[in-house]
């Protein structure tokens, strides 16, 4: 027997310490396992766990087998990796990823089954390579068509964009990673983004701005989330008290970790006090040249460290930062029930090419030109730098090392092999590089033709052509879409709307292609017969391309934000450079809550809006011209039909019958008008949608039900959300401009 006990009492020993590391336990409650590591870091470690140690990871707890956090840039696909402290490639060769389509036409599926399907397919290629923190998605509202960045943000509208924003973050988080909801808050332009100071009234804040992150940790539970460059009261966004204390933490009540944007914190007390949990920055303070041990001189390092050694302050607002660091730790790189993931499989392939397709935009298809009919072996000319030129390189953070690109030609190439003589032409010379960071293309695309000689070659092909398939837009190069730097005009770039002018001069049957993240002027809309919103789709561009073309997926997709015939039919345009983009490093939302179509629907009206809010009076003058395209437009290859919509008690319900001979979708759109309010309020504002998919003939129903939040508006001088009782008109549609029926609805509380 003594044999016996002598093992046990050796096991005892072994086993005695571990049972008293709750936060090793997985089973022990999240907030004890916190507080138990919290207790055992020394001042020291809890200084090193709350900023960088390399370009994309932190440092943990080494002593105490607490492992850092490693972070991916991901607005649609998983970064290659970066060499220790720098932007260039580590040289891996087994880092490549799918390219999934930018955040733009995910947003124009108004489908949040393909937001899960998004968030699911990245969440997994992020978790086998072993990222704790996907640093996506973005959220800010397009207030203007020149931001460099909007191809990575969900559209114009925050009630689409908190929809669909929610089932993302989940998708991604059941695979033990954690979304970083960004660019909190206002970072709505790339010109001047690290010193605009962002004015507007606290009501356009609310019901503008601040919906979709508020869906994104309420509703959605993001672990974490990033502040933005620009300030906002005078206090940069990733140390500032009013977002990150009295809103995130307080109004919202979220938990997640506030993580700064590279470089984004400024100043060391603030961000000690004003809520930001992990810096992370380029070279030393993120923005100047780089030093030895660049690391320990962050503002949440050495600094910090210092002033709690000397006295200046406390720990308190240390150990509530570490706390939500561990707490991210517990998710994510600490969570054992993670799964594996999945890199670059079929499964993710299948899935681009699905959000792509289903998110494609179909704005214009006189005589039903589109879809292509290969049955009569026509004759297809393709035109345009975007059908040949890789886009998964360049944009800034979102540029990628794609396994693999199919270009637009090559998908129509591939789909009408057999059935249709495809030709293609240059037409134009744009953006020739093909680099960013150390990723290239390996593409060749120097021609050294003038505009003459291929405007001349283009023209004269498209005249015995069939089809004249024209793919333009932008591309990702500094000045279009792309990071630290927006638009300088609203225009196509590279004389596009010359050449495409030229092509319908000669032949009847063209059809424009848009590849972009961002809406441009079409003087030549009338003039050709079809127009496709592409988006950048993707490693699966080309197949999703030819699949709308030639009838192999109905096209679905809504437009998410509106596109007005002139830059000067934006209302951030409409009041000089105070509004945009701003002057002494101060811009003024001065359309305050008239944005996209909220402004659009002002078309017709007479005089100026004017109201005062908090102080201010606002004028607002009316659009010159009306929308080219609404929000929330888009056609298809089917016709549908609205049934009379029926009011019972707080739930709307109306019949959609697909009435055409091809199966489809239909998006049916929710809007409010506010008939008797108090204060200024927007003509209608989006308060729901529904995605249908119906088959040839078949009828299905859709009920939304009013709640008192969809008829709120935002009172800033008593900082909460009315919703006043009185006569409400409730909207069906299938754009904020095409109203199928109406009905009045009497709200008392």
Not at 328 to 354: D, V, W, Y
Not at 450 to 461: M, S
Not at 472 to 477: F, I, L, S
């Amino acid at each position: 027997m003594k044999k016996p006990l002598f093992f046990l009492f050796i096991l005892s020993m072994v086993c005695l310490p571990m049972m008293g590391q709750v936060y090793l336990d997985a089973k022990a409650p999240i907030e004890d396992r916190i507080e138990d590591a919290l207790s055992r870091m020394t001042l020291q470690e809890k200084i090193a766990i709350i900023h960088a140690q390399s370009k994309f990871s932190s440092p943990g707890v080494a002593r105490l087998g607490i492992p850092g956090i490693w972070c991916t840039d991901g607005p649609h696909g998983i970064r290659p990796e970066v060499l220790w402290d720098e932007w260039n490639q580590a040289g891996w060769t087994n880092d490549s990823c799918i390219a999934f389509p930018a955040l733009t036409c995910l947003a124009a599926t108004w489908n949040t089954d393909m937001s899960y399907l998004y968030g699911v397919s990245i969440g997994e290629e992020a978790r086998y390579r072993n990222k704790d923190v996907l640093l996506g998605p973005g959220v800010n509202i397009y207030r203007t068509p020149l931001n460099g960045r909007n191809f990575e943000y969900m559209g114009e509208d925050p009630c689409l964009a908190s929809k669909m924003v929610v089932p993302y973050i989940k998708g991604v988080q059941e695979q033990g990673v954690a979304t970083c909801v960004k660019h909190y808050a206002l970072n709505n332009q790339e010109v001047d983004r690290h010193w605009v100071n962002v004015n507007l009234s606290d009501r356009a804040l609310y019901e503008i701005y601040l919906p979709a992150f508020r869906a994104a940790m309420q509703e959605g539970g993001s672990w974490s989330i990033m502040g933005a460059y620009n300030l906002y009261k005078g206090q940069y966004a990733c140390h500032n008290s009013i977002l990150l204390q009295d809103i995130l933490r307080k109004e919202w009540g979220s938990d997640a970790a506030v993580i700064s944007d590279w470089g984004g914190a400024m100043n060391t007390e603030q961000a000690i006090t004003n809520g930001l949990d992990l810096e992370f920055g380029t070279w030393t303070d993120g923005l100047s040249d780089g030093a030895s041990s660049a690391y320990d001189i962050y503002h949440l390092a050495l600094p910090y460290l210092r002033k709690i050694q000397s006295g200046e302050v406390g720990t308190k607002e240390l150990d509530e930062k570490v706390r939500n660091v561990l707490r991210l730790i517990f998710r994510t790189s600490m969570n054992p029930n993670k799964p594996f993931g999945a890199m670059c499989s079929e499964a993710h392939s299948a899935a681009a090419r699905q959000i792509a397709g289903e998110g494609m935009v179909l704005l214009r298809n006189e005589n039903h030109t589109l879809p292509i009919e290969l049955t009569q072996c026509p004759t297809i000319l393709v035109v345009g730098e975007n059908a040949i030129k890789m886009m998964t390189v360049g944009g800034g953070s979102s540029s990628l090392k794609a396994k693999y690109e199919i270009s637009p030609l090559q998908g129509i190439q591939e789909r009408a092999e057999g059935l249709a003589e495809v030709k293609y032409v240059r037409g134009y010379v744009g953006d020739i590089g093909g680099e960013y960071n150390g990723v290239t293309t390996g593409q060749s695309l120097q021609d050294d033709r003038t505009p003459e000689q291929l405007t001349a070659e283009a023209v004269e092909a498209a005249k015995s052509a069939d089809y004249v398939v024209f793919v333009g837009g932008m591309n990702k190069a500094h000045n279009q879409d792309c990071e630290d730097g927006d638009r300088l005009h609203y225009e196509l770039p590279y004389a596009q709307d010359q050449l495409i002018s030229a092509l319908a001069a000669v032949n009847d049957k063209v059809i424009f292609v848009s590849i972009s993240g961002n809406a441009h002027g079409m003087p030549w809309n009338q003039e050709v017969e079809a127009i496709l919103q592409a988006w950048y789709s993707g490693s699966e561009t080309g197949h999703a391309v030819a699949d709308v073309l030639f009838g192999d997926v109905n096209p679905s997709g809504k437009l998410p934000y509106t596109i007005q015939p002139t830059l000067a039919d934006y209302p951030a345009h409409q009041y000089g450079e105070e509004a945009y983009p701003g002057v002494d490093k101060q811009v003024y939302y001065k359309e305050d809550i008239f944005v996209g179509y909220r402004y659009a629907d002002l078309y017709g009206t007479r005089r100026p809006i004017k109201y005062v809010s908090q102080g201010k009076q606002y004028t607002i003058n009316p659009p010159k011209h009306q929308a080219l395209f609404p929000f929330g437009f888009g056609l298809s290859y089917t016709t549908f039909e609205y049934s009379k919509a029926t009011l019972n008690g707080n739930q709307i319900t109306v019949s959609i019958t697909n009435t055409g001979n091809r199966a489809g979708q239909e998006v049916v759109q929710l809007y409010i008008t506010d008939s008797k309010a108090s204060v200024v309020r927007p003509k209608k504002e989006l308060k729901g949608f529904s995605k249908v998919a119906l088959l040839p003939g078949e009828t299905k129903q859709v009920t939304f039900t009013i709640t008192p939040d969809m008829l709120s508006y935002f009172d800033a001088d008593a900082h909460h959300w009315i919703a006043e009782e009185g006569l409400f008109v409730i909207h069906i549609a299938s754009s904020s401009t095409d109203i199928h029926a109406s009905l009045p609805y009497n709200y008392k509380k």
